[in-house]
Structure formats: structure tokens, C-alpha cells
């Protein structure tokens, strides 16, 4: 299974094989280059796509969603597993592309495509149920017949980011897919040979090449697209949340926005120090710190606070840092020089304002040009900048707190809320605790693994995003309801007015029915 990919290999002749059926309007002078963060290497370029290219895809879209959406639910879940189960015949291929876009380890590009593997499976099974016609209670049983159909909005225009090419792009594809939008992407210009290599795979298994395509580009495709889609599926910073909303909403289409993070961990006084040091690590920098669910900051109770620094620094030794293969090493390389630079100015700012440093702190060009030492912070506060701003590098700053109220007060004191952690043996305790965390998601005991559950809604909360992933709601934001009333009366004589007298008298007694029985 291992056809490795050399630096050189995804060329942009390569490319061009795997672009949508009539890439010539979208080929500008423009060509994006891709690097390989691990050795600074351009492994090839990617052409852009201009405005009318844009257009054209869209509109192949729509015309392509006609037949697709006839297609029953059944029969394009099945389609869609049939895919996922040719990505993980070559899952090695594929882990070969994103660790050479992104520069993370194996184990983390793998837990991208078993993610995606399992909610692939999870959506064939239960989206003809979820999505098949459904009878609900009418206005006067039996004189009425009430039912909601699920139509698909239409075109789906995904925008994601570069962190997780694979995992977030297709998490959101396979539902909308399966409810019977067709879909334009726009993945991010640092990672464009992942999209292109999972969708080419959906192409060769049958799924019709204009219902799923990519445009290739920056911001400004991104920004062309979301003028013609029926829903905006966007993944990335804040920030361009926020102007991609605006333009949803002018054009009043729906979206869904999966946003940024600054993920808290609340650490109790019981809590199991070697399991939380090893998760707070884990967590912290997974994919170098570079993911939405990183915990970006640690609230730990003054009795256990200098116990868990000690474990911290003892599991902390035993990480491996390496832009090598193999399911040994724990963190890889900073994806892009921008990171890094965020990354070194968040710790300058926090040591020139007393925070302390326990390990790390310095760049390793010995391993590549991005490549950062996972680097833990002691005596932090909300002066600093890494307690506010999104670090999206491999920093864990740590608090110390008089107790479990002021961890949560602090940990609400944030305008982002994706996900969070608590650190407890007192699991009912650290549940009561979670709710009063204002996120989409907590852990308790765990970081981060919740998106791997494909049943669990996940999503974030004010700056973090809108709307949901996984679960029924990640489905059902790809549709909308159409609720249809058949009046069986149909010997009834005309009436201009809703009260004759029949209706007049059963409206009265089935007020009164519906008051005390009202699942009739
Ligand atoms: P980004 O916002 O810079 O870019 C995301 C995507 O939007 C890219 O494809 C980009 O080309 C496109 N884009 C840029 N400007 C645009 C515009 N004006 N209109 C339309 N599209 C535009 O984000 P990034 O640097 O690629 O990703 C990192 C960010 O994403 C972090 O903030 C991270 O927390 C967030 N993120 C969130 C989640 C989540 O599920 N909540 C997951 C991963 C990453």
C-alpha cells in the first residue's frame, strides 16, 4: 500500500489530470506554489481559479443536482461508502499528501481518515432514515394529512482550511453530499492536493464529476464563491467567519460556520495528575498546536498546581518531535512561517510579562525550517496575549487558580467557546461543571477526541461559530423542510370562511382534547 510521494511528485501536470471535467477557463498565468513545510521544498503549484471559473463550476453544479438529487438517499450513501472504503485501501498514498502539505506525523493524518472513514459509515446508515419522508400530527386527525419532506438546498460552496485538509473538508462533504446537494470546494491554497486526491478518488468510484468540484485559489475565490452557492459551508479563522457570514447574510443563504478556538482545561483538585498531564500534552500539541480543539490555556487549582507542573515537565521529556514517518513521533512540523511567527511573539509577550517556562521555547532548524519545541508556560495570567488571542502553535500556558469557580470564571472570559476539558475523579461533579462552561463541547477527563464521535453534534459557540458537525444536526443543516397539509375532506362543499360549522364545532372540542391530551 505505500506508493510514497517524493518531494517533487504532485506536479501541476498531475494536477491538471484531477481537475473538475473543464478546468481550461480556471487555468490564469496565476499559479499557486505548495510547499512542504518539513524541507521548505515548492512539491508543485496549483492553477488559480478566476471569477468565471467560479461561475462555471457553480453552475455545472446546479445543473448536475437535478439527477443527484433524484438519486434515492440509499443509493448515493452507498456510493459514498463505497469511497471511503478505496480511501482506506490507499490510505497510505493519502497520508503521504497531507504530511507532505502540512509537515504533521503519520499518526495524525491518520486519525484524519478514520474519522472520516467512520462517519462515512455512519451517515450511510442512518441518513435514509433521517431524510426519508416523515408523517407528522395534523391539524384534526383524520380530516388531515400532515408530512415533511427533507429537500436539499441545492449547491453547497465548502470553504476549508489547511490544518486538517482532509478531515475538514470531507466531514462536511459526505452529509451534503448525501442529502443531495452538489458541492463546489474551495480548500485552502496551502493544502490543494488533498482535495484534489480525495475528490478524484469520489470521480473514480462514480460519483459524477460535476457534483463534486474544486476551484482552486485564495481568499478572493473563496469570496467569489460564496456569491453564487445556495449554503456556505466555512471552516477557518474568525476573521473571515465573520466577512464570509456578512455576505451569506446579505444574500440571505444559510451557513455554518466552524470557527476559531482557545480551548480551556479545567484541572481539580482529584484529579488523576499523570492521565491529565498526558492529555493536556496530547491536546496541546497535536498537529504542533495547530488545531481549533488545541487546549490553548490550563486552569489548575492551587493544591495540585506545582504536582501537575512536575508531571507535566517528567511526560513532557518524552515527546518526540520529528518530520520523520513511523507512528512514533508525537508533533511535526509548523505548517506555515506565519504560525511561527505568532508562535515566538505570544511567548515573547508572555515572558517579558512573568510567565515562566518549563520546556521548550526554541525553534529546531536541525529538523526543518518551521519546526518548534512543544513549549509549556508556568504563572500565566490574562494580561498576556497567549490568554486571549488564538496561538495556533505548540504553547500550553498554565494558570494558577484559588479554586474550581474562578477556573470557570476565567475559562468563560473569552470570546471564543468551541470546546473545553475538566480534570476530575468526580465525574458527576466535573458533568455540573461542564455546564457551566459557555462552549459547544466539553471533555471530562479527555481533550479533543469529541469530533471523532461521529453521533456528537460538535461546533462552537459566539466567536467560535455557528451551527453544528456530526450527529443529526451536522446532516440536517443540508436540507431544508417542506411541510406539505393534505385535507382529505374532499365531499366537502365550498366554504369561504375557515369556520362552517363543523369545523367550528370540532376546533372547540379539540381544543379542549389537545389541552389534556396533548400528544393527540
Ligand atoms: P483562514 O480563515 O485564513 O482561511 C480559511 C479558508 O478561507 C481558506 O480556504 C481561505 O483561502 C479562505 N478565505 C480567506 N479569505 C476569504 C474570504 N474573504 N472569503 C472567502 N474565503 C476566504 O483560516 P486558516 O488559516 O486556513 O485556518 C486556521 C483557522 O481555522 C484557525 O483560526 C482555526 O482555529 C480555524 N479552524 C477551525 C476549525 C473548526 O472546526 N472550528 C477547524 C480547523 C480550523
Known amino acids: 500500500m505505500s506508493k510514497s510521494y517524493g518531494d517533487e511528485l504532485p506536479t501541476q501536470e498531475m494536477t491538471q489530470t484531477t481537475l473538475p471535467a473543464d478546468p481550461a477557463p480556471s487555468v490564469k498565468a496565476s499559479q499557486i506554489p505548495v510547499t512542504n513545510p518539513v524541507t521548505g521544498a515548492v512539491i508543485g503549484h496549483m492553477p488559480e481559479s478566476d ?5 462555471a463550476a457553480v453552475e455545472r453544479a446546479r445543473q448536475a443536482q437535478v439527477a443527484w438529487s433524484a438519486r434515492s438517499v440509499r443509493d448515493r450513501a452507498k456510493l459514498l461508502r463505497t469511497w471511503a472504503d478505496r480511501v482506506w485501501e490507499r490510505r497510505a498514498d493519502l497520508i503521504d499528501i497531507i504530511r507532505h502539505e502540512t509537515g504533521k506525523v503519520e499518526t495524525g493524518a491518520l486519525l484524519e481518515i478514520l474519522s472520516v472513514d467512520h462517519v462515512a459509515s455512519y451517515y450511510a446508515h442512518r441518513a435514509p432514515r433521517w431524510l426519508r419522508l416523515q408523517a407528522r400530527k395534523a391539524i384534526i386527525p ?3 394529512r400532515a408530512q415533511v419532506i427533507y429537500k436539499p438546498h441545492g449547491v453547497v460552496g465548502l470553504i476549508t482550511p489547511w490544518n486538517y485538509p482532509y478531515l475538514l473538508l470531507f466531514l462536511d462533504l459526505l452529509p451534503a453530499l448525501i442529502a443531495g446537494n452538489t458541492a463546489v470546494i474551495k480548500p485552502s491554497e496551502v493544502t490543494p492536493f488533498t482535495a484534489e486526491w480525495g475528490v478524484g478518488l469520489m470521480h473514480e468510484v462514480g ?14 475565490t473563496g469570496a467569489e464563491l460564496i456569491e453564487h452557492v445556495d449554503f456556505v459551508a466555512f471552516t477557518g479563522s474568525t476573521a473571515t ?12 443563504v444559510p451557513y455554518s460556520m466552524e470557527l476559531g478556538g482557545k480551548d480551556p482545561a479545567l484541572v481539580l483538585a482529584d484529579a488523576n495528575l499523570d492521565i491529565t498531564a498526558s492529555e493536556l500534552l496530547r491536546a ?5 498546536g495547530q488545531a481549533c480543539l488545541s487546549i490553548e490555556r490550563a486552569y489548575v487549582v492551587e493544591p495540585v498546581y506545582d504536582a501537575l507542573l512536575e508531571r507535566l515537565r517528567h511526560h513532557a521529556q518524552k515527546l518526540i518531535v520529528s518530520g520523520k514517518g513511523g507512528m512514533e513521533a508525537h508533533v511535526g ?5 506565519r504560525e511561527l511567527q505568532r508562535t515566538e511573539s505570544h511567548l515573547a509577550d508572555a515572558l517579558a510579562k512573568g510567565a515562566r517556562k518549563l520546556t521548550g521555547g526554541h525553534t529546531r532548524p536541525d529538523l526543518g525550517p518551521l519546526f518548534y519545541e512543544p513549549t509549556i508556560l508556568a504563572d500565566c495570567d490574562h494580561s498576556m496575549l497567549l490568554m486571549q488571542e488564538e496561538t495556533f502553535g505548540p504553547l500550553l500556558p498554565l494558570v494558577k487558580v484559588a479554586d474550581a469557580d474562578e477556573a470557570v470564571r476565567l475559562a468563560n472570559d473569552s470570546d471564543y467557546g468551541l470546546s473545553a476539558s475538566v480534570f476530575s475523579r468526580d465525574l458527576r461533579a466535573a458533568r455540573q461543571l ?11 477527563n479527555r481533550a479533543q477526541i469529541n469530533i471523532g464521535a461521529p453521533d456528537l453534534p460538535t461546533g462552537g459557540q459566539r466567536a467560535s461559530g455557528i451551527g453544528r458537525r456530526n450527529g443529526y444536526q451536522g446532516l440536517m443543516k443540508y436540507v431544508s423542510s417542506q411541510s406539505i397539509m393534505t385535507d382529505s375532506r374532499i365531499l366537502q362543499p365550498p366554504s369561504l370562511t375557515l369556520f362552517d360549522p363543523l369545523s367550528y364545532w370540532a376546533t372547540m372540542r379539540l381544543r379542549v382534547l389537545r389541552r389534556w391530551l396533548p400528544f393527540l
Open 284 to 288: 496541546a500539541f497535536e498537529n504542533a
Open 241 to 252: 467567519g465573520r466577512k464570509v457570514a456578512q455576505r451569506a447574510a446579505e444574500r440571505l
Open 333 to 337: 512540523s509548523l505548517t506555515n512561517q
Open 207 to 220: 460519483v459524477p464529476a460535476d457534483v463534486v468540484q474544486i476551484v482552486h485559489g485564495r481568499g478572493a
Open 142 to 144: 383524520l380530516l388531515h
Open 434 to 444: 461542564a455546564a457551566r462552561l459557555n462552549c459547544g463541547d466539553v471533555h471530562i
Open 51 to 55: 471569477a468565471a471559473a467560479v461561475t
